[in-house]
Protein backbone atom coordinates (compact mmCIF):
# COMPACT_ATOMS: atom_id res chain seq x y z
CA UNK A 1 0.00 0.00 0.00
CA UNK A 2 1.41 3.66 -1.19
CA UNK A 3 -0.55 6.67 -0.15
CA UNK A 4 -3.75 6.90 1.13
CA UNK A 5 -6.18 7.80 -2.03
CA UNK A 6 -7.36 11.15 -1.39
CA UNK A 7 -11.17 11.68 -1.13
CA UNK A 8 -12.53 13.46 -4.30
CA UNK A 9 -13.47 17.07 -2.17
CA UNK A 10 -9.81 17.17 -1.42
CA UNK A 11 -8.80 16.09 -4.65
CA UNK A 12 -11.05 19.07 -6.42
CA UNK A 13 -9.61 21.67 -4.22
CA UNK A 14 -6.23 21.00 -5.33
CA UNK A 15 -7.43 20.86 -9.19
CA UNK A 16 -8.76 24.19 -8.51
CA UNK A 17 -5.35 26.14 -7.07
CA UNK A 18 -3.35 24.01 -9.41
CA UNK A 19 -4.23 27.15 -12.33
CA UNK A 20 -3.63 29.78 -9.65
CA UNK A 21 -3.71 30.68 -6.73
CA UNK A 22 -7.75 31.27 -5.56
CA UNK A 23 -9.95 32.50 -2.37
CA UNK A 24 -12.55 30.52 -0.81
CA UNK A 25 -15.83 31.68 -2.91
CA UNK A 26 -13.82 31.28 -5.83
CA UNK A 27 -12.35 27.90 -5.23
CA UNK A 28 -16.15 26.67 -4.47
CA UNK A 29 -17.47 28.00 -7.83
CA UNK A 30 -14.14 26.05 -9.28
CA UNK A 31 -15.06 22.81 -8.36
CA UNK A 32 -18.64 23.38 -9.09
CA UNK A 33 -17.57 24.19 -12.62
CA UNK A 34 -14.54 21.02 -12.55
CA UNK A 35 -17.56 18.81 -11.65
CA UNK A 36 -19.98 19.66 -13.85
CA UNK A 37 -22.19 21.31 -11.38
CA UNK A 38 -21.84 17.85 -9.25
CA UNK A 39 -20.05 19.22 -6.50
CA UNK A 40 -20.73 21.89 -4.78
CA UNK A 41 -18.42 22.63 -1.32
CA UNK A 42 -20.20 23.86 1.66
CA UNK A 43 -18.36 26.53 3.33
CA UNK A 44 -17.95 24.31 6.57
CA UNK A 45 -16.91 21.33 4.38
CA UNK A 46 -14.32 23.89 2.25
CA UNK A 47 -12.73 25.21 5.35
CA UNK A 48 -12.30 22.23 7.34
CA UNK A 49 -10.57 20.61 4.46
CA UNK A 50 -8.28 24.10 3.90
CA UNK A 51 -7.61 23.52 7.53
CA UNK A 52 -6.24 20.17 6.85
CA UNK A 53 -4.37 20.88 3.51
CA UNK A 54 -2.96 23.88 5.28
CA UNK A 55 -1.25 21.80 8.22
CA UNK A 56 -0.26 18.48 5.74
CA UNK A 57 1.89 21.57 3.88
CA UNK A 58 -0.05 20.97 0.67
CA UNK A 59 -1.38 24.45 0.39
CA UNK A 60 -0.51 27.68 1.55
CA UNK A 61 -2.12 31.38 1.88
CA UNK A 62 -0.97 33.21 -0.59
CA UNK A 63 -1.64 36.67 -0.44
CA UNK A 64 -5.23 38.73 1.59
CA UNK A 65 -7.08 40.84 0.40
CA UNK A 66 -9.56 43.64 1.74
CA UNK A 67 -12.95 43.66 -0.58
CA UNK A 68 -16.61 45.75 0.36
CA UNK A 69 -14.48 45.57 3.62
CA UNK A 70 -14.54 42.01 3.86
CA UNK A 71 -11.45 39.92 4.31
CA UNK A 72 -10.71 37.77 0.98
CA UNK A 73 -7.67 35.11 1.53
CA UNK A 74 -5.86 33.47 -1.04
CA UNK A 75 -4.50 30.00 -1.41
CA UNK A 76 -1.91 28.60 -3.68
CA UNK A 77 -0.59 24.69 -4.00
CA UNK A 78 2.89 24.12 -2.38
CA UNK A 79 5.27 22.15 -4.32
CA UNK A 80 4.13 19.26 -2.49
CA UNK A 81 0.88 19.84 -2.63
CA UNK A 82 1.04 19.84 -6.74
CA UNK A 83 3.41 16.86 -6.42
CA UNK A 84 0.60 15.18 -4.63
CA UNK A 85 -2.01 15.74 -6.87
CA UNK A 86 0.11 15.00 -9.76
CA UNK A 87 0.18 11.42 -7.95
CA UNK A 88 -3.21 11.62 -7.29
CA UNK A 89 -4.29 12.25 -10.82
CA UNK A 90 -1.87 9.56 -11.94
CA UNK A 91 -3.41 7.13 -10.26
CA UNK A 92 -6.96 8.13 -11.12
CA UNK A 93 -5.91 8.11 -14.97
CA UNK A 94 -4.24 4.84 -14.20
CA UNK A 95 -6.96 3.26 -13.03
CA UNK A 96 -9.40 5.22 -15.65
CA UNK A 97 -7.48 3.51 -18.50
CA UNK A 98 -7.25 -0.25 -16.69
CA UNK A 99 -11.69 -0.25 -16.57
CA UNK A 100 -12.21 1.92 -20.23
CA UNK A 101 -9.97 -0.81 -21.51
CA UNK A 102 -11.91 -3.47 -20.27
CA UNK A 103 -15.39 -2.31 -20.86
CA UNK A 104 -14.08 -0.72 -24.44
CA UNK A 105 -11.23 -2.53 -25.56
CA UNK A 106 -11.86 -1.23 -29.60
CA UNK A 107 -11.13 2.09 -28.28
CA UNK A 108 -7.98 1.53 -26.22
CA UNK A 109 -6.19 -0.88 -28.49
CA UNK A 110 -6.80 -4.36 -25.96
CA UNK A 111 -7.49 -6.11 -22.93
CA UNK A 112 -5.51 -5.52 -19.91
CA UNK B 1 -26.15 28.09 -2.37
CA UNK B 2 -28.57 28.19 -5.13
CA UNK B 3 -26.08 30.42 -7.30
CA UNK B 4 -22.55 30.56 -7.79
CA UNK B 5 -22.57 34.14 -9.36
CA UNK B 6 -20.37 36.93 -8.59
CA UNK B 7 -21.57 38.23 -5.43
CA UNK B 8 -20.29 41.85 -5.67
CA UNK B 9 -22.30 44.74 -5.24
CA UNK B 10 -24.64 42.89 -3.21
CA UNK B 11 -26.33 44.17 0.09
CA UNK B 12 -26.44 41.22 3.09
CA UNK B 13 -29.48 41.59 5.28
CA UNK B 14 -28.32 41.91 8.91
CA UNK B 15 -30.10 38.93 10.60
CA UNK B 16 -28.11 36.74 8.05
CA UNK B 17 -24.42 37.59 9.11
CA UNK B 18 -26.10 37.99 12.78
CA UNK B 19 -27.18 33.54 12.40
CA UNK B 20 -23.51 33.19 10.39
CA UNK B 21 -21.79 34.65 13.13
CA UNK B 22 -24.28 32.65 15.78
CA UNK B 23 -22.85 29.77 14.16
CA UNK B 24 -19.65 30.45 13.73
CA UNK B 25 -19.08 31.22 17.29
CA UNK B 26 -19.36 27.13 17.42
CA UNK B 27 -15.67 27.08 15.92
CA UNK B 28 -12.54 27.05 18.17
CA UNK B 29 -11.64 30.99 19.50
CA UNK B 30 -8.41 30.21 17.78
CA UNK B 31 -9.27 29.15 14.61
CA UNK B 32 -12.35 31.66 14.87
CA UNK B 33 -9.93 34.59 14.87
CA UNK B 34 -7.89 33.16 12.19
CA UNK B 35 -10.76 32.19 9.52
CA UNK B 36 -13.56 33.88 11.40
CA UNK B 37 -14.06 36.93 8.89
CA UNK B 38 -13.36 35.03 6.06
CA UNK B 39 -15.89 32.30 6.41
CA UNK B 40 -18.36 34.66 7.02
CA UNK B 41 -17.23 36.77 3.50
CA UNK B 42 -17.71 33.46 1.67
CA UNK B 43 -20.94 32.14 3.32
CA UNK B 44 -22.07 35.65 2.89
CA UNK B 45 -21.05 35.16 -0.80
CA UNK B 46 -22.60 32.13 -1.09
CA UNK B 47 -26.25 33.14 0.26
CA UNK B 48 -29.08 33.39 -1.82
CA UNK B 49 -30.53 36.62 -3.03
CA UNK B 50 -33.08 37.86 -0.07
CA UNK B 51 -31.68 34.93 1.64
CA UNK B 52 -32.96 36.20 5.66
CA UNK B 53 -31.14 33.42 7.55
CA UNK B 54 -28.99 30.69 7.29
CA UNK B 55 -30.20 27.28 5.74
CA UNK B 56 -30.33 24.23 7.61
CA UNK B 57 -27.51 21.80 5.42
CA UNK B 58 -25.34 24.64 5.37
CA UNK B 59 -26.08 25.27 9.21
CA UNK B 60 -25.15 21.72 10.02
CA UNK B 61 -22.46 21.52 7.66
CA UNK B 62 -21.12 24.53 9.93
CA UNK B 63 -22.24 22.59 12.97
CA UNK B 64 -19.92 19.19 11.57
CA UNK B 65 -17.08 21.57 10.69
CA UNK B 66 -16.47 23.22 14.12
CA UNK B 67 -17.42 19.78 16.30
CA UNK B 68 -14.46 17.97 13.79
CA UNK B 69 -12.09 20.80 14.48
CA UNK B 70 -13.01 20.43 18.30
CA UNK B 71 -12.62 16.51 18.34
CA UNK B 72 -9.82 16.38 15.63
CA UNK B 73 -7.94 19.30 15.06
CA UNK B 74 -4.99 19.81 12.65
CA UNK B 75 -2.18 18.60 12.04
CA UNK B 76 -4.86 14.83 11.85
CA UNK B 77 -2.94 12.68 14.48
CA UNK B 78 -1.19 9.40 12.92
CA UNK B 79 -3.45 6.90 12.68
CA UNK B 80 -1.87 4.97 15.61
CA UNK B 81 -3.05 8.00 18.06
CA UNK B 82 -6.36 8.01 16.05
CA UNK B 83 -6.91 4.19 16.95
CA UNK B 84 -5.87 4.74 20.50
CA UNK B 85 -8.74 7.47 21.27
CA UNK B 86 -11.03 5.08 19.50
CA UNK B 87 -9.73 2.56 21.66
CA UNK B 88 -10.48 4.93 24.50
CA UNK B 89 -13.98 5.65 23.86
CA UNK B 90 -14.77 2.32 23.24
CA UNK B 91 -13.33 1.76 26.66
CA UNK B 92 -15.33 4.27 27.54
CA UNK B 93 -18.11 2.88 26.40
CA UNK B 94 -17.62 -0.69 28.01
CA UNK B 95 -17.43 1.30 31.21
CA UNK B 96 -20.67 3.00 30.96
CA UNK B 97 -22.63 -0.34 30.06
CA UNK B 98 -21.17 -1.70 33.35
CA UNK B 99 -22.40 1.25 35.27
CA UNK B 100 -26.06 0.83 33.64
CA UNK B 101 -25.74 -2.73 34.99
CA UNK B 102 -24.23 -2.38 38.24
CA UNK B 103 -27.31 0.00 38.74
CA UNK B 104 -30.07 -2.38 37.40
CA UNK B 105 -28.51 -5.26 39.13
CA UNK B 106 -27.89 -3.67 42.10
CA UNK B 107 -31.33 -6.17 43.52
CA UNK B 108 -29.59 -9.64 43.34
CA UNK B 109 -26.18 -7.90 44.72
CA UNK B 110 -28.77 -7.64 48.00
CA UNK B 111 -29.80 -11.17 47.58
CA UNK B 112 -26.11 -12.41 47.25
CA UNK B 113 -24.69 -10.37 50.31
CA UNK B 114 -27.92 -11.98 52.07
CA UNK B 115 -26.29 -15.48 51.07
CA UNK B 116 -23.12 -14.47 51.92
CA UNK B 117 -23.89 -13.42 55.50
CA UNK B 118 -27.30 -14.51 56.79
CA UNK B 119 -26.71 -12.84 60.18
CA UNK B 120 -27.08 -9.40 58.85
CA UNK B 121 -30.12 -7.69 59.05
CA UNK B 122 -32.18 -6.14 56.29
CA UNK B 123 -31.13 -2.60 56.87
CA UNK B 124 -27.41 -3.48 57.04
CA UNK B 125 -27.87 -5.38 53.97
CA UNK B 126 -29.54 -2.58 51.88
CA UNK B 127 -26.54 -0.13 53.54
CA UNK B 128 -24.07 -2.26 52.16
CA UNK B 129 -25.06 -2.35 48.77
CA UNK B 130 -26.34 1.12 48.61
CA UNK B 131 -22.49 1.69 49.50
CA UNK B 132 -20.88 -0.71 47.03
CA UNK B 133 -23.46 0.63 44.27
CA UNK B 134 -22.69 4.29 44.74
CA UNK B 135 -19.09 4.04 45.41
CA UNK B 136 -18.63 1.92 42.11
CA UNK B 137 -20.59 4.79 39.99
CA UNK B 138 -19.13 7.32 41.38
CA UNK B 139 -15.43 5.78 40.85
CA UNK B 140 -17.02 4.78 37.68
CA UNK B 141 -18.07 8.01 36.56
CA UNK B 142 -14.38 9.78 37.84
CA UNK B 143 -12.68 6.93 35.74
CA UNK B 144 -14.64 8.40 32.48
CA UNK B 145 -14.27 11.21 33.29
CA UNK B 146 -10.46 11.38 33.11
CA UNK B 147 -10.29 8.85 30.10
CA UNK B 148 -12.59 11.15 27.70
CA UNK B 149 -10.32 14.31 28.93
CA UNK B 150 -7.01 12.31 28.18
CA UNK B 151 -8.41 10.84 25.07
CA UNK B 152 -8.89 14.96 24.50
CA UNK B 153 -5.50 15.98 25.21
CA UNK B 154 -3.70 12.95 23.61
CA UNK B 155 -5.44 13.75 20.28
CA UNK B 156 -4.16 17.52 20.34
CA UNK B 157 -0.63 16.23 20.81
CA UNK B 158 -0.53 16.69 24.50
CA UNK B 159 3.11 14.86 25.45
CA UNK B 160 2.02 14.51 29.30
CA UNK B 161 -1.34 12.80 28.54
CA UNK B 162 0.78 10.23 27.56
CA UNK B 163 2.38 9.77 30.61
CA UNK B 164 -0.98 10.79 32.82
CA UNK B 165 -2.53 7.66 31.09
CA UNK B 166 0.43 5.78 31.73
CA UNK B 167 -0.07 6.55 35.41
CA UNK B 168 -3.56 5.78 35.37
CA UNK B 169 -3.28 2.26 33.75
CA UNK B 170 -1.14 2.05 36.50
CA UNK B 171 -2.76 3.05 39.21
CA UNK B 172 -6.33 0.98 38.07
CA UNK B 173 -4.17 -2.01 37.36
CA UNK B 174 -2.84 -1.75 40.85
CA UNK B 175 -6.31 -1.54 42.59
CA UNK B 176 -7.35 -4.63 40.59
CA UNK B 177 -4.49 -6.46 41.96
CA UNK B 178 -5.29 -5.61 45.26
CA UNK B 179 -9.12 -6.34 44.44
CA UNK B 180 -8.13 -9.82 43.42
CA UNK B 181 -6.30 -10.75 46.35
CA UNK B 182 -9.11 -9.83 48.62
CA UNK B 183 -11.36 -12.46 47.12
CA UNK B 184 -12.66 -10.46 43.93
CA UNK B 185 -12.90 -12.86 41.46
CA UNK B 186 -15.07 -14.97 43.37
CA UNK B 187 -17.29 -12.60 44.62
CA UNK B 188 -17.19 -9.73 42.48
CA UNK B 189 -17.07 -11.60 38.92
CA UNK B 190 -19.23 -8.72 37.07
CA UNK B 191 -16.57 -6.33 38.44
CA UNK B 192 -13.68 -8.43 37.31
CA UNK B 193 -15.22 -9.05 33.92
CA UNK B 194 -16.05 -5.28 33.45
CA UNK B 195 -12.52 -4.39 34.55
CA UNK B 196 -11.22 -6.90 31.96
CA UNK B 197 -12.83 -5.99 29.33
CA UNK B 198 -12.42 -2.78 29.90
CA UNK B 199 -8.35 -3.62 30.24
CA UNK B 200 -8.45 -5.12 26.99
CA UNK B 201 -9.22 -2.35 25.07
CA UNK B 202 -7.32 0.88 27.53
CA UNK B 203 -4.22 -1.34 27.38
CA UNK B 204 -3.82 -1.33 23.34
CA UNK B 205 -4.60 1.96 23.43
CA UNK B 206 -1.48 2.88 25.35
CA UNK B 207 0.80 0.52 23.23
CA UNK B 208 -0.31 2.51 20.44
CA UNK B 209 0.34 6.20 21.92
CA UNK B 210 4.14 4.71 22.55
CA UNK B 211 4.91 3.52 18.64
CA UNK B 212 7.27 5.21 17.08
CA UNK B 213 4.59 7.29 14.70
CA UNK B 214 2.75 8.33 17.73
CA UNK B 215 6.00 9.46 19.39
CA UNK B 216 6.77 11.73 16.36
CA UNK B 217 3.78 13.56 16.57
CA UNK B 218 3.93 14.31 20.09
CA UNK B 219 7.56 15.70 19.68
CA UNK B 220 6.94 19.75 19.82
CA UNK B 221 7.07 21.38 16.12
CA UNK B 222 5.78 24.73 15.03
CA UNK B 223 3.14 25.52 13.04
CA UNK B 224 4.47 27.51 9.80
CA UNK B 225 2.04 29.34 7.63
CA UNK B 226 -0.11 31.00 10.37
CA UNK B 227 -1.60 34.49 9.45
CA UNK B 228 -3.48 36.13 12.03
CA UNK B 229 -6.07 38.10 10.52
CA UNK B 230 -8.37 40.62 12.63
CA UNK B 231 -12.26 39.02 13.53
CA UNK B 232 -14.62 37.15 15.59
CA UNK B 233 -12.99 37.46 18.80
CA UNK B 234 -16.19 37.13 20.47
Redo the contacts between chains.
Sequence with gaps: MGVRAMQEATYLILTALAAGSQ???GI??DV?GISGDRV?L???????AL??L????LI??DR?EI??S????YYRLTPEGEQRLAEEAARLHANATAALRRLRPELTGGVA | MSELASPQGRSEPAGLERGYRRLLACYPRAYRRQNGEEILAVLLACARNGQQRPGLAESADLIKGAMRLRLWPAPRPPRTVQAAAWLMCAGVTAQLAYLIINVATAGSVGSAYARQYPLWAAAAVHHAVTISVVRHEVGGVIGIGVCLLLAWALVRGRNLARFAFAAVIGLDWWAMYQAAGQGATQHAQADMTAAAVTWLLILPAMVLLFFPASSRYYRPKPRVDNPVAPGLQH
Design positions: HGYIAARLPGTLYTDRRADGAVEVDRLRR
